[in-house]
């Protein structure tokens, strides 16, 4: 939110200058994003008078002016401006000046062969406004030769950043209220009173969705005069970003910007009949004044009279019945809406503005009857006209709530031990009362801070008035000796997991936990999936029951923007359904591996694609890191739906425990995720990862190299070719644990001499003796044994 200094001023008696005032800002919570001072760089420009203004004599549009900056030297200047003539006052940019609005420097240049010693600036041209139609005039009566930044004076712009809690500060004069109690100033009471009506309002006006709208208040004011709105008003608009429209339209959003308090004026002559709070009906559309058409349905509230609807309640008026500069009576509306409601029509309308951006946070349901009295008063100062009686339709929520308090809270919870006058005193400053009743204290809390619910809001209140630079820095206690690990063990395996992925090549991606509810269910198999009552977005309701989706988003945002090879990997949560509807978090790990796997080359050949062996490999090797029992893992079908039936399977410990899936990515799922060409995809559930047995403490057992060296046999097994090469390498090294330590496949051959339907599996077998070297009757007992158990897969030695 931005505001000017002088616009604080208006309501903040102080002396403080900017930078006190921005550092005591975010002192109190409210984050300082910029001071901006137009003046710091308009101090190169110069108040200058035009003595002469004649016809260029090689162009029909450009005049040659001669310029007076007082010192009785005139200069030559060419300026296009249609205003430009003899007798003006206005601003001459000296060579060597920046012209704000572009960075340009001015120089002495001939301009169609007449030299021009500087330039006669605009409004844009400066970076004050938007008006490019001539250049500035200035009163005759301009000191000649001073410095425009001087002439102007410094009025500094702050930008604040306002969190979603504070809606008290949506308005300026929140924020004066919130320095006044830190002892920057004091806070100026509201200028209300002295708009009694006179004479009964000729507009039924009522509310006929007492949940949506539960007050509505309206008058109306006849015979006013509408036009561009005083300059004081216009200045105040322009630095908070708002571009001053008419004198009627920019008071409403002067009420809004410095009290918080969004109102709407309607042309009068444009209604018909009563004006309605009422829900909308399905399918009711309005025209709203950003010039966009919005279908309405029952869920929305609406204002409406007996044609049909005008307005979006508390986000935007609509495009037929706004004020333009032959208004002369006119309807003012202001009104409280159910928060939750106005952040769901906005959200499924996709339309922001600020009026939403304050009704969703909460406006003050106690500042209907004053804020009608500010617009009023200020419509009659600045437009004339005669005020009827308000109409008071509804009522608006209580919003009051007191809440018990202990002073000694502050100390306990804050960390700083407030004198008691001090903590009384910053609460009445920022309008909370305060009744004692023994050692509690009854703190009342103003309509205007719904943020308040308990005592630990009162303290924060206190803290950061008081100042949180008091809170002293007191250090955690520590045990003696070695500091023990302070990670969770699911924290240590996410830190393992994600390492192994970045050592692997794979580049880290944090996508939503939120997807569309058509890409959810993609992926739920058959599960409902959980969607959220009040999402960020339409388009991001559904819970993630998996972190493919997102990634699969991701990967084809990069191929898209021409990528040839992504290795994206993500760690975090899916949501699934538990027992009894709760929400259930499981961690997981997904990979998705899509475009190049080796780029052409001389040595190449062909660009070679990712496959679902690549997928396997990741599989095993990111297990294997998170401390799984790979070398008991099966390797087994049925990856899901979304895998490619033929180059997919799961690797599980038993028959239901599945660890992971691997594979290529079913094409009709590619299809729906936009996706062109092979995707390979794994998917690690983490937290199906048994515990390691007998795992005590943090330390390792050492490590003891055997004695004796290693021996390997090679094996060649003839097997029916729907027996799987992990089956028969389990087979293998169960055949003697005692001596197996390792088993590889290191060739699949099938073609002559391997009868048909069969394949030849050569298979590496090393063997570990403990005490004593094999001699040939042990290792012809171990082979025995190997054949013996290669032959329960129903292979036979290959001779």
């Given at each position: 939110m931005k505001f000017s200094l002088s616009w604080l001023q208006d309501y903040l008696d102080t002396d403080a200058d900017a930078a006190t005032i921005a550092a005591r800002l975010t002192s109190l919570g409210l984050e300082i994003e910029g001071v901006e001072d137009a003046s710091v760089s308009l101090g190169a420009f110069r108040v200058a008078r035009v003595l002469t203004a004649e016809k260029h004599p090689q162009a029909d549009k450009l005049q040659v002016l001669s310029v007076d900056l007082g010192d009785g030297k005139p200069l030559q200047v060419v300026c296009g401006a249609p205003n430009a003539r003899a007798g003006l006052v206005g601003v001459l940019g000296l060579p060597g000046a920046v012209v704000p609005a572009n960075g340009m420097v001015l120089k002495v240049a001939a301009v169609r062969g007449i030299e021009s010693n500087g330039m006669m600036c605009?409004?844009?041209?400066?970076?004050?406004?938007?008006?490019?139609?001539?250049?500035?005039?200035?009163?005759?009566?301009?000191?000649?030769?001073?410095?425009?930044?001087?002439?102007?004076?410094?009025?500094?712009?702050?930008?604040?950043?306002?969190?979603?809690n504070r809606p008290d500060c949506m308005g300026v004069y929140g924020i004066a209220r919130d320095l006044a109690a830190a002892g920057l100033g004091t806070l100026k009471p509201l200028a209300t009173g002295g708009t009694t009506g006179s004479f009964p309002c000729p507009v039924e006006i009522r509310t006929d969705d007492a949940d949506g709208c539960p007050a509505f208040y309206g008058r109306v004011i006849r015979g006013v005069k509408n036009g561009p709105s005083p300059q004081w008003l216009?200045?105040?608009?322009?630095?908070?970003?708002?571009?001053?429209?008419?004198?009627?339209?920019?008071?409403?959003?002067?009420?809004?910007?410095?009290?918080?308090?969004?109102?709407?004026?309607?042309?009068?002559?444009?209604?018909?009949?009563?004006?309605?709070?009422?829900?909308?009906?399905?399918?009711?559309?309005?025209?709203?004044?950003?010039?966009?058409?919005?279908?309405?349905?029952?869920e929305m509230t609406v204002i409406a009279d007996d044609v049909g609807v005008h307005d979006i309640a508390g986000i935007m008026g609509g495009e037929h019945s706004g004020c333009a500069d032959e208004t002369t009576d006119v309807l003012l509306e202001i009104a409280y809406f159910n928060p939750q409601r106005i952040a769901r029509?906005?959200?499924?309308?996709?339309?922001?503005?600020?009026?939403?951006?304050?009704?969703?946070?909460?406006?003050?349901?106690?500042?209907?009857?004053?804020?009608?009295?500010?617009?009023?008063?200020?419509?009659?100062?600045?437009?004339?006209?005669?005020?009827?009686?308000?109409?008071?339709?509804?009522?608006?929520?209580?919003?009051?709530?007191?809440?018990?308090?202990?002073?000694?809270?502050?100390g306990r919870l804050g960390g700083v031990d407030v004198p008691l006058d001090e903590q009384k005193r910053i609460l009445g400053a920022l309008g909370f009362g305060v009744v004692e009743t023994g050692e509690h204290w009854a703190v009342s809390v103003p309509t205007w801070r719904p943020d308040v619910d308990g005592a630990p809001d009162v303290v924060e209140e206190v803290i950061r008035v008081h100042g949180l630079d008091a809170v002293p820095s007191t250090p955690l206690p520590r045990a003696e000796g070695v500091a023990k690990p302070t990670a969770t063990p699911v924290q240590a395996l996410e830190r393992r997991v994600r390492r192994a992925a970045a050592s692997r090549g794979l580049n880290e991606a944090v996508t939503w936990s939120f997807l569309p509810e058509a890409q959810a269910a993609h992926f739920a198999d058959g599960q409902p999936v959980w969607t959220l009552a009040n999402p960020i977005s339409e388009d991001l309701k559904a819970m993630r029951p998996s972190l493919l989706p997102g990634l699969l988003s991701a990967v084809g945002r990069n191929l898209d923007r021409g990528a040839s090879s992504v290795r994206l990997f993500e760690v975090g949560r899916r949501y699934l359904r538990g027992e009894g509807g709760a929400s259930d978090e499981k961690l997981?790990?997904?990979?998705?591996?899509?475009?190049?796997?080796?780029?052409?080359?001389?040595?190449?050949?062909?660009?070679?694609?990712?496959?679902?062996?690549?997928?396997?490999?990741?599989?095993?090797?990111?297990?294997?890191?998170?401390?799984?029992?790979?070398?008991?893992?099966?390797v087994m079908g049925e990856a899901g739906p979304q895998f490619h039936p033929g180059q997919s399977a799961t690797l599980r410990l038993g028959p239901k425990q599945v660890l992971a899936r691997f594979g290529m990515l079913h094409p009709a799922t590619a299809k729906a995720f936009d996706l062109d060409g092979p995707v390979a995809v794994v998917e690690l559930f983490l937290d199906r990862i048994p515990a390691k047995k007998g795992a005590s403490g943090f330390a390792r057992t050492h490590f003891a190299p055997p004695a004796l060296q290693a021996v390997t046999r090679d094996f060649a097994f003839l097997l029916p070719l729907g027996v799987a090469a992990g089956d028969l390498l389990r087979s293998v090294k169960g055949a003697d644990k005692a001596n197996i330590v390792a088993a590889r496949v290191f060739d699949d051959f099938r073609g002559a001499g391997v009868p048909e339907g069969h394949k030849s599996l050569a298979v590496e077998v090393t063997l570990q003796p403990s005490d004593k070297s094999y001699d040939e009757a042990a290792l012809k007992a171990i082979a025995e044994k190997i054949v013996a158990a290669a032959a329960k897969q129903g292979g036979t030695l290959r001779g």
């Open positions: 605009s409004t844009r041209e400066l970076g004050l406004g938007e008006d490019h139609e001539g250049i500035i005039e200035l009163p005759e009566d301009a000191q000649l030769g001073m410095s425009y930044a001087d002439y102007v004076g410094s009025d500094p712009v702050f930008d604040v950043a306002i969190t979603p216009q200045d105040r608009l322009k630095s908070a970003g708002q571009r001053p429209i008419s004198a009627l339209v920019d008071l409403t959003n002067y009420v809004m910007l410095g009290y918080g308090r969004p109102a709407h004026a309607y042309d009068l002559a444009k209604l018909n009949g009563a004006v309605v709070a009422r829900r909308a009906a399905d399918g009711e559309g309005v025209t709203a004044l950003n010039g966009k058409h919005y279908l309405l349905d029952h029509t906005g959200q499924t309308l996709a339309l922001a503005s600020d009026a939403r951006g304050r009704f969703e946070r909460g406006v003050d349901p106690a500042f209907l009857e004053a804020g009608m009295d500010i617009l009023t008063r200020l419509i009659l100062e600045v437009c004339g006209g005669e005020a009827s009686e308000v109409v008071r339709a509804g009522t608006p929520p209580a919003g009051q709530k007191t809440v018990a308090y202990d002073p000694a809270l502050a997981s790990l997904a990979v998705v591996l899509a475009g190049e796997k080796v780029a052409r080359g001389w040595n190449s050949g062909k660009a070679q694609a990712f496959d679902a062996f690549d997928a396997k490999a990741e599989a095993l090797a990111l297990l294997a890191e998170a401390g799984a029992p790979v070398e008991n893992l099966q």
